[in-house]
């Protein structure tokens, strides 16, 4: 905790560091409101029982940002100041997130169809507005902090995250508490916090000085098809690019089921609302106390490392749902206090480490590359629908992992990093 202090009081680091950590807090604390594997899953499964339509909607999700990434790397890679789109970005998630809040409000309990085609749309913008803000954020840690103060700054934004996550985490358990609030006002108000904590967290950004970035002049004068002409070229020479996009997208395979965990919870156990805000809290437990652990990890062995450990837990987590049923549903908390775990290491393992290869200079063009080539990660909520629908939950969760520990065993044979 001293050595976290004293990174952070030093004047260079403060100034770079408390937007970043001022919104990391507030962004945290939003997205608890919304939390993508339990409170999100657990609305969306009372307005359809249909597991193709709910694995749609995350689809929809994941896919916004990838379908037009590629776009947004090229026009911002034009512009030497970026600041500007990751306040936009923001802005427009917020009004998603008060949108989600009135539809729910009014139309989840007498219209459930119509909420849900409603969170469609706003799930699409929120989405899309995220992948938008996400390539100027990325590009504005690399600008303003060198390769060698990443890991510290990792460090200290991950463990005011995790602060964020935990006050939003007892929100969340006040707000779903059985009998506090009746179903839609819950959700709503939920959503209506996460709204205002992204209009609050936008703040810090409005002083930031931002150094301009190098443009080179081609960028706007080039068309599409020069363009992607580009795109190919760098995937051709830059192979270490090419392994890290390979290895991202199996990985996502983890990401295919991560929502299904509640609808499996739900499916088996009529009571689970009653323990929701527990499995909030249980992540976000396996999320701050694993930042320290990861941060060890990443800078003893290198963010390689952490890669691989989180595809291995990856694997096991299917597993270890199955075998929780017969315990009962307070024993689930092992389960997300697990997947708080692993996501806290695939951010700090796969940012570093494409902080690491990416040239500063095409930052943004690499960033959209990306997020665009991520297309397998994308369809896959919808492909879990579907198997879950015709194959059921253990079929579709022993397939899960039987091709994570592929992905394990790949990324240490024929795609070693080193």
């Known amino acids: 905790m001293e ?11 403060f100034n770079a560091y408390f937007p970043f950590i001022w919104h990391g807090f507030f962004i945290a604390l939003t997205m608890t409101m919304i939390e993508m594997n339990t409170i999100l899953p657990s609305l969306i499964s009372q307005l359809t029982n249909s597991p193709v339509a709910f694995g749609a909607l995350y689809s929809v999700m994941l896919g916004a940002p990838v379908a037009f990434n590629w776009l947004f790397g090229r026009f911002q890679s034009g512009f030497p100041y970026r600041k500007q789109f990751l306040i936009l970005g923001i802005y427009i998630r917020s009004l998603s997130f008060i949108g989600m809040a009135v539809v729910t409000f009014l139309l989840a309990k007498t219209q459930p169809l119509l909420a849900l085609l409603g969170f469609y749309l706003l799930i ?9 803000a996400g390539i100027a954020y990325t590009d504005l840690i690399g600008k303003l902090l060198p390769s060698e103060k990443r890991g510290g700054f990792f460090a200290i934004k991950q463990f005011f995250n995790g602060v964020g996550s935990l006050t939003g985490g007892l929100m969340v358990a006040w707000i779903f508490k059985p009998g506090a609030l009746e179903f839609p006002k819950n959700y709503s108000i939920a959503f209506l916090i996460g709204g205002i904590g992204l209009f609050v967290g936008v703040l810090g950004y409005l002083f930031m000085k931002e150094p301009p970035s190098t443009v080179k002049k081609e960028e706007n004068i080039h068309g599409l098809g020069e363009y992607l002409e580009k795109i190919v070229s760098i995937l051709k020479k830059d192979k270490e690019f090419v392994k890290f996009i390979v290895v991202e997208n199996l990985t996502g395979f983890s990401l295919m089921i991560l929502p299904f965990y509640i609808v499996f919870i739900k499916h088996n156990f009529e009571n689970y609302m009653n323990y929701l805000s527990f499995f909030v809290i249980s992540q976000i437990v396996g999320n701050i106390f694993s930042n320290f652990l990861w941060a060890a990890i990443s800078k003893k062995l290198g963010p390689k490392s952490v890669l691989r450990i989180c595809i291995l837990l990856g694997g096991t987590l299917p597993i270890i749902a199955i075998l929780l049923k017969p315990l009962g549903l307070f024993s689930y908390m092992i389960l997300f206090l697990l997947i708080g775990f692993i996501g806290s290491g695939r951010g700090i393992g796969f940012d570093l480490y494409f902080l690491e290869i990416a040239p500063d200079v095409d930052r943004p063009l690499y960033l959209g590359i990306r997020g665009s080539l991520n297309l397998l990660v994308a369809f896959l909520p919808l492909a879990g629908g579907i198997f879950i629908k015709y194959f059921g939950f253990y079929t579709t969760f022993i397939m899960v992992s039987v091709i994570m520990y592929t992905a394990f065993l790949l990324s240490r044979l024929n795609m070693n990093f080193d």
């Not at 699409?124 to 938008?132: H, N, V």
Request: glycine share 10%; hydrophobic share 35%; no cysteine.
């Open 3 to 13: 050595k976290l202090r004293e990174r952070f009081t030093e004047d260079n680091n």
């Open 124 to 132: 699409f913008i929120f989405s899309l507005s995220g992948g938008f």
